[in-house]
C-alpha cells in the first residue's frame, strides 16, 4: 500500500481544523494542524507534507505572508502545493493569493466533496509556485 | 449510614434565607432532605462539630466555604446531545436566521449557561460539525458558563464516563473521543479548544453583562430551581445578554412566557424557543 499523502491545516480556528481534519483522513490522508502561519511554517521545517491547505486570516501570520514566506524556502520545500481556503471570494483576495503563489483557492463554505478532491488533484500537483497558479 | 445534622425548622429556614440571597436557588421544606445531606457533607469535609459552628463558617466565608458550599448544591446531571431536537433547530433554524439578519458579519456567539460538565457546550460543537454545512465558513464562539467552578474544571478536562455518552452513536464515540481507560473517554483537543468556560452567575447582572451579548443562548434546567423574583432578574440579564433577534432555549418543562414577557415565542420545526425581540437593541 502507497504511503499515506500528508497535508497540513492552517487555520486559527478550532473547529474547522476538526472539520477539514476528519474530511482529509476519510479520504485516506495524515493530516497535521497548525494555530497560524507561524507554527506551520515552523511544522514545515521540521517536517514537509505533500499539501498545505491555508486560511487566510489568523492572528500571528496570516496565510499570504505564510504562503510567500513558504515560497521563499529552499526547494523542494519552496514548491509544496498550496490550497487556500477564505470567505473571502473578491478580485482582490485572488489576486492576493496569486501573487503570494497558492495553487488553488476555495470559498468557504467548503462541502466535504469538494475538499476530498481538491486536496487529492493538488498532491498531485508538482512545481507549483511560479507556474502552478490555478484559476478559481 | 452518615449522621444527619437534624437542622432546627429554625436553622433550616435561615440556611435556606442565606442560600437564597446568595444564589437566588429556592429549596422548601420538600428539599429538606437534599439540603439536609449537602450540610452534613460539608460539616465533614470541614470537622465543624455543631450545624452553628458550620453556619458561622460559612457566614464568614472561612476559607471560601461559600463557593464550595454552592459547588455541592448545583444539580450536575447531563449527557451530550440532551434534548437535541433544539439541537436540530439550532442548526436547521436559528444559525441561519442569525446570519441573515444579525448584520454582524459571519459571526456567530453561543452561550450554554449553566454548562455544568461541558456536556451541552462540547455538544453543540459535535453538532455543529456534523450538521451545519456553513461550519467552516462562520467565526463560531462557544461559552460554557457556571456558578460551580468545581464542574468549570471537570468540562475543561473534557473527561467523560459511559452515562455522559450514552446518547451518543458508537461513531461519534469514537470520532470525538480517544478512550482514557475502560470507562473513561476523552474529548479531541479541538473540541476542547472551541469552547471557553467562564464563571457566572446568572442572577448577577454584574457577573453576566462582562459575557456580551449572543446570539444563541441555551438556559435549560436551571430557573426551575429559582424562585419567581430570581427567575425574573436572571431572564432579565440573559435579555440583556442577547443581540437584539437573538434566541434562547429553554428546558422542554420550562416556559418564558411565565416568567418575563420581555421575549417573543417562536416556534420553529424542532422547538419553541424564545427570542429577542429583533427591533429592541437597548437593554
Known amino acids: ?136 | 449510614m452518615p449522621v444527619f445534622a437534624a437542622l432546627t425548622e429554625e436553622e433550616y429556614r435561615r440556611l435556606c434565607d442565606y442560600l437564597y440571597r446568595r444564589t437566588g436557588m429556592v429549596f422548601t421544606e420538600t428539599k429538606r432532605y437534599y439540603v439536609e445531606r449537602r450540610v452534613v457533607e460539608r460539616m465533614t469535609a470541614t470537622g465543624s462539630g455543631s450545624f452553628p459552628s458550620y453556619f458561622a463558617r460559612l457566614r464568614g466565608n472561612m476559607e471560601g466555604e461559600i463557593e464550595r458550599f454552592v459547588n455541592a448544591f448545583t444539580v450536575n446531571e447531563t449527557y451530550f446531545y440532551r434534548e437535541d431536537h433544539q439541537l436540530q433547530c439550532l442548526s436547521r433554524d436559528l444559525l441561519d436566521d442569525r446570519l441573515r439578519a444579525s448584520g454582524r458579519g459571519r459571526s456567530i456567539r453561543i452561550w450554554s449557561v449553566p454548562c455544568s460538565t461541558g456536556e451541552e457546550p462540547y455538544s453543540i460543537a459535535m453538532w455543529l460539525l456534523e450538521n451545519w454545512p456553513l461550519v467552516d465558513s462562520c467565526d463560531i464562539e462557544i461559552v460554557g458558563s457556571d456558578i460551580d467552578t468545581a464542574v468549570l474544571e471537570l468540562a475543561r478536562a473534557g473527561l467523560y464516563g459511559r452515562r455522559a455518552l450514552m446518547r451518543l452513536s458508537p461513531y461519534l464515540v469514537e470520532k470525538y473521543f480517544t478512550p482514557q481507560g475502560p470507562e473513561t473517554w476523552k474529548i479531541l483537543d479541538d473540541l476542547r479548544e472551541s469552547v471557553r468556560f467562564t464563571r457566572v452567575n446568572i442572577v448577577e447582572p454584574g457577573e453576566t453583562a462582562p459575557h456580551g451579548r449572543f446570539d444563541v443562548i441555551f438556559c435549560r434546567n436551571v430557573l426551575i430551581y429559582f424562585d419567581d423574583a430570581s427567575r425574573r432578574v436572571a431572564a432579565e440579564n440573559l435579555y440583556a445578554n442577547l443581540l437584539p433577534g437573538g434566541y434562547i432555549c429553554l428546558g422542554h418543562t420550562e416556559s418564558m412566557s411565565r416568567i418575563s414577557p420581555l421575549f417573543d415565542v417562536r416556534r420553529f420545526a424542532d422547538a419553541i424557543v424564545y427570542q429577542r425581540p429583533p427591533g429592541d437593541a437597548h437593554g
Not at chain 1, 495524515?30 to 506551520?40: F, K, M, P, S
Not at chain 1, 523542494?76 to 477564505?86: F, N, Q, Y
Open chain 1, 1 to 136: 500500500m502507497a504511503e499515506k499523502k500528508r497535508v497540513l491545516v492552517v487555520d486559527d480556528a478550532a473547529l474547522v481544523r476538526r472539520y477539514y481534519r476528519d474530511i482529509l483522513e476519510h479520504a485516506g490522508f495524515e493530516v497535521d494542524e497548525a494555530l497560524n502561519g507561524l507554527e506551520a511554517l515552523e511544522k514545515l521545517l521540521a517536517a514537509p507534507v505533500d499539501l498545505l491547505i491555508v486560511d487566510v486570516n489568523m492572528p500571528r501570520m496570516d496565510g499570504f505572508t505564510f504562503v510567500d514566506a513558504v515560497r521563499r524556502q529552499a526547494l523542494p520545500l519552496a514548491a509544496t502545493p498550496v490550497l487556500i481556503t477564505s470567505t473571502e471570494a473578491g478580485p482582490q483576495d485572488f489576486a492576493a493569493a496569486r501573487a503570494a503563489g497558492a495553487n488553488f483557492y476555495l470559498v468557504k463554505p467548503i462541502s466535504r466533496e469538494k475538499l476530498g478532491e481538491h486536496a487529492t488533484m493538488l498532491c498531485g500537483v508538482s512545481g507549483a509556485g511560479e507556474y502552478g497558479f490555478i484559476r478559481p
